[in-house]
């Protein structure tokens, strides 16, 4: 995969794993915002009720307490005389209540008379209404003191709520007061409290009752809801139409002996999905136009690297061919900057070292400079077989007398070029040139195996190369050879900053002084080198001789041909 497709891959998650974490981390603080925002309603709600209802109560109390006051309704109540209503409503003020009912302590609830001022329903209804007060007054013990809540449903579908208070007289109990409110009364102050996303209606006897709430609300609330039991308040939530709602159960008569009742409010989540939609669509605008526009960066950025890289690609290139001039533009950042000059000072370094090389190669070598570069000589020696050849030119004083100088070495030039093209066939290394004289290693500083073979041979073809430049040349010239086999020592002999590699050891003057005694055309060995060589040379053995240098005469041998003897 190449940089850019990397770099694109990684913009990509990067943005989009930042836009989905965004968008997350978004959309649960919306909810979060919005569920608080529906519990406030709903403590709203329920505190405006709350307060309500007990004011309502307190009403109640002074109701009841008026009526304990009264002896004639307290002898009629004793009596169970429905004229007991009569007498209440002369006491009771009905303003805020819709009906009112007594019951007796002895014969239970009281029927109205008919056309009396207690709120009386028709006969149906007025059943149903007797019906549901009996239950809760048997239920009430004597000794209670404290106002109960309750819900009647009249009319198949009219809610009223009921506070009922115990009328006492001292310590004895002798009735009970039953007042009435529709619960339309209080709705509106619900609906004040509740905001425009927020409906209302009472759950009773498993009927949910109220205008606060569409049908089909009614209708999922009765399926899904589950009542609290004892419990003052629960949640639940549910989908209609693909749209989220929650809502609120608040049990209205917790500890009452009427039938529990709650007030059921459930709340819209349309709104906030509606957010949540259109803060998904603007995130995902965003994030996408982040990720255009990121991609757009790295793509420019990735073609700003992308250029230099492909050029550094094409300067190694170049500079593996052997280019080594090849130079790279500064780049327009810090980092391609430095690696650019990097780049430049290397192969400035590599030109040098192989101008040096070029150099050290002309005046040594090229293995002995190659082991040089490597740091394989130091300064110093060590002892290595060796067979060392002496070739120089016969007659060279007078070839040179008289001459321009410049014409002397370009015979010279010649001369040696052609000798030292037939060294390297032999693997032989040059150690110098010495006038018109050749020092030739074999074995040193490294070997290839038949180093004393492969001096002959060399010798050999050297002398033929030589016959052949005569046949073309004005000025013939003649080469002697002396060639000696032995331990020496080979290594860089000098100063720390200027040392020659070369040898040093009785055979390197041994063959230095048979090359002075061999003639034009003549290669002479000695007895070492012959004994490697002898089976298939063919060597002619000569008197000893007297050499400058040496104690005693030192046996020789001319080399005659290449088939052995």
């Known amino acids: 995969m190449t940089f850019r497709a990397k770099l694109q891959q990684a913009i990509l998650v990067v ?16 909810s979060a915002s919005y569920r608080r925002m529906v519990d406030r309603l709903f403590r709203q709600q329920m505190d ?41 409503v002369d006491e009771l003020r009905l303003a805020e209540f819709d009906f009112f009912r007594l019951a007796s302590s002895q014969t239970g609830l009281m029927p109205p008379p008919e056309g009396s001022r207690t709120g009386r329903f028709d006969d149906e209804e007025e059943a149903a209404l007797t019906s549901q007060l009996e239950q809760a007054a048997k239920s009430m013990p004597e000794t209670e003191d404290e106002a109960q809540v309750g819900f009647v449903i009249i009319g198949g579908g009219r809610l009223y709520r009921v506070l009922a208070m115990q009328i006492r007289k001292f310590d004895q109990t002798v009735g009970t007061l039953f007042l009435g409110q529709s619960v339309n009364r209080f709705m509106p102050s619900l609906i004040a409290a509740e905001g425009p996303q927020m409906q209302s209606a009472f759950w009773t006897q498993g009927q949910v009752l109220g205008e606060g709430l569409p049908q089909s609300l009614k209708e999922q609330v009765t399926t899904t809801a589950k009542p609290p039991g004892d419990q003052e308040q629960t949640e639940f939530s549910f989908q209609i139409d693909g749209i989220d709602h929650r809502a ?49 960066a790295g793509a420019y950025f990735a073609g700003q690297l992308a250029k230099p890289i492909r050029e550094l690609v094409l300067a190694t290139d170049a500079v593996r061919a052997g280019n080594l001039k090849v130079r790279l533009e500064r780049g327009r950042t810090d980092e391609l900057a430095a690696l650019t000059e990097s780049f430049n000072h290397m192969t400035e370094g590599l030109e040098l070292k192989e101008r040096y090389h070029s150099v050290l190669s002309m005046v040594a070598d090229a293995r002995v400079a190659e082991q040089l570069m490597a740091g394989n ?22 070839l040179s007398a008289g001459r321009d100088p410049r014409e002397v070495i370009a015979i010279l030039n010649e001369h040696m070029g052609a000798l030292t093209r037939v060294v390297y066939r032999w693997h032989g290394v040059i150690n110098q040139f010495a006038g018109d004289a ?4 074999f074995g040193a500083p490294t070997t290839h195996g038949q180093d004393a073979q492969n001096a002959v041979h060399c010798a050999l073809e050297m002398i033929t190369e030589r016959e052949r430049l005569n046949a073309q040349s004005d000025e013939p010239l003649g080469i002697g050879i002396g060639i000696a086999t032995g331990t020496v020592v080979a290594g860089c002999i000098g100063a720390e900053n200027r040392a020659d590699y070369t040898v040093v050891g009785e055979h390197v ?10 003639a034009a055309g003549e290669i002479i060995v000695d007895a070492a080198t012959q004994n490697l060589v002898s089976k298939w040379l063919q060597t002619q ?25």
């Open 438 to 441: 050749i020092m030739i290693l």
């Open 248 to 296: 609120h159960l608040h049990r209205l008569n917790l500890g009452s002996h009427f039938q529990p009742a709650w007030l059921v409010s459930v709340f819209s989540l349309a709104d906030l999905q509606t957010q949540q939609r259109t803060l998904l669509w603007r995130v995902i605008g965003i994030g996408s136009l982040a990720l255009l526009l990121a991609s757009l």
């Open 48 to 88: 405006t009720f709350r307060r309500e209802q007990e004011a309502q109560l307190m009403v109640a109390r002074k109701q009841a307490t008026r009526l304990a006051d009264s002896v004639r309704l307290f002898a009629a109540l004793e009596e169970g005389d429905p004229e007991t209503y009569n007498v209440a």
């Open 377 to 398: 000589i130091q300064l110093g020696g060590e002892l290595r077989e060796v067979t060392v050849i002496f070739c120089d030119i016969r007659g060279y004083t007078a």
């Open 509 to 518: 003057n041994l063959a230095a002084r048979l090359c002075s005694s061999a």
């Open 15 to 30: 943005v989009a794993g930042t836009t989905v974490a965004v968008l997350i981390v978004a959309q649960t603080q919306n």
């Open 541 to 565: 053995p000569l008197e000893p001789l007297k050499l400058k240098g040496f104690a005693t005469a030192v046996t020789a041998y001319r080399i005659l041909s290449t088939q052995p003897s």
